[in-house]
């Protein structure tokens, strides 16, 4: 368990507090109670076996996946699922990046960073467009702005994907596998815009596979395991000093 | 006996075209307006609205599309309307498409991936936005070769309403050959017409599809 701030200001309240959280398929329970937080600024990434849990609850949290046990608040709003106006209000501020992109494949690049925008939060066409170019140029691929998603790489869709996800100026970005289905070659340059935007403050939680970079650029690395948290730690406590058998498993670690 | 030239036959069978050719549109429009009703209250997923659809739909694709006629027209008569052939084969058909259309695109919409509602979704867009401005374009570019396909049934379909005694070319066919005594000519030329009518469209769909596609 993490230990929370003795002192409770408005400043120090965690920015994602899930408590509790229990979600079942059917009869099939697959999070089992789930305790977290993560504080402003701070970069969590989660890691576990497939079928843990790991992608569902990121799927809670902003609410592409309904719970129902347990308390899941946002920037001090619990999660109200059936009122489409807060949600929209809280996928404002929760943005997200998939494993296989799910770029628009009708629209150029630069159409799609500045679809949302225009639309969700009524900007003006050159005010939207200024955005996008900056956007796409801070993931390296200014010049790509006419192009068509299918015309560039893995790597490339998946930083149009981050770009697009930055442009509605979101407070928490949710990573879910995003190196998962790129070539090996691809996976470094999605990472490094990863980890810049991890330098520049922004709040992440990621599920991933990639330990390594689970390593160097979390605060805090979360196992999951059988639908519940296992074990919390800073990464290098966790990594190299896993406490319980189940991450040493994980971490092929275990002694034979 | 009198003699009946070959221009007298196509004469009379154009003038009946026009009627074919305006019972298929409205039809088409008509029907394509309310199936996108239909489709769009089926996708919101309001209570009741899913079943409702779906019985609509179950209704106009069990039973044959002869026997709609009859009902709609008697139907109508005894509902207290006075209905005119035309209007009967308007309504007719207009409900009749409007179920086909509404079955296709919500196929169509349902092949449009996952990932890009939930992708949508994610960037805070409300459902009305979801459609108009990513599902419906890719579900759009799929659906233009059914939508034609089926364009083509409402054409051939027009040839049932002779049966409530609407005069498109199938009616004026039967009463020109009676008249001329030569079946054979007469409804081998109503059935070049409405392969005239038919294959320019499937060629246009099929220029369509291939503009819509990307290059490679």
Redesign the interface.
Known sequence: MTSTSTVSSPSSLPLVDIAGLRKRYGSNEVLKGVDLQVNRGEVVSIIGKSGSGKSTLLRCINGLENFQEGQLTVHGQALQAHNPQAMRELRKNVGMIFQNFNLFPHLSVGRNVMLAPSLVMSQPKNVARANAERLLDRVGLAEKFDAMPDQLSGGQQQRVAIARALAMDPEILLCDEVTSALDPELVGEVLSVVESLAEQGMTLILVTHEMNFARKVSDKVVFMHQGKVHEVGAPEQLFSQPQTPELRQFLGLSAH | MVEFTFWDIAYQLLLALRWTVVLSLIAFVCGGLLGLGLLVLRLSKLPGAVKAVAVYVQVFQGTPLLMQIFLTYFGLALMGFDTSPMVAACVCLTLYSAAYLCDIWRGCVDSV?K??W??????????A?QLR??IL??AL?LGIAPTAGFMVQIIKGTALTSVIGFIEITKAGQLIANATFEPFLVYGCVAALYFVLCFPLSLWSQRLERRMR?QR
Request: charged letters at 15%; hydrophobic letters at 40%.
């Open positions: 991936a990932g890009q939930e992708a949508s979704a994610s960037l805070a867009m409300s459902f936005e401005h990513v374009p890719q570019r990307p």
